[in-house]
């Protein structure tokens, strides 16, 4: 089976670091674009991040600029999430998925039909 397994979540202060990671199996990911979403209690979920094929190009949401950095390890065909200056308001659980592709407005969306989720891992972000 194609399957993406996020890990790396947890609890941590305003302020703090986590990195997250989306390792694959079942198909190569540097042959897709994959992305970083995100969804908190009664919230949209909404793309966080997404990396093209081959490391061609990387995209970020407005609020997480600056802050969060996306990279790939084709040796170990992983995704990571790196997350600094985190906040409250990142408080989601956040998923990887693949293929994605990017809107005309620069928003990572997932390809529908196509898509493979990860079980999503949970980041709290509290004093």
């Known amino acids: 089976q194609l399957q993406l397994v996020e890990s790396g979540g947890g609890l941590v202060q305003p302020g703090g670091s986590l990195r997250l990671s989306c390792a694959a199996s079942?198909?190569?990911?540097?042959?897709?674009?994959i992305g970083w979403f995100r969804q908190a209690p009664g919230k949209e979920r909404e793309g966080v991040s997404c990396?093209?094929?081959?490391?061609?190009?990387?995209y970020y949401t407005d609020s997480v600029k600056g802050r969060f950095t996306i990279s790939r390890d084709n040796a170990k065909n992983t995704v990571y999430l790196e997350m600094n200056s985190l906040k409250p308001e990142d408080t989601a659980v956040y998923y990887c998925?693949?293929?994605?592709?990017?809107?005309?407005?620069?928003?990572?969306?997932?390809?529908?039909?196509?898509?493979?989720w990860g079980q999503g891992t949970l980041v709290t972000v509290s004093s």
């Open positions: 998925a693949a293929p994605v592709s990017v809107t005309v407005n620069g928003i990572c969306v997932t390809i529908q039909y196509l898509e493979v």
């Open positions: 990396l093209r094929n081959n490391n061609s190009s990387t």
């Open positions: 079942g198909f190569t990911l540097d042959y897709y674009a």
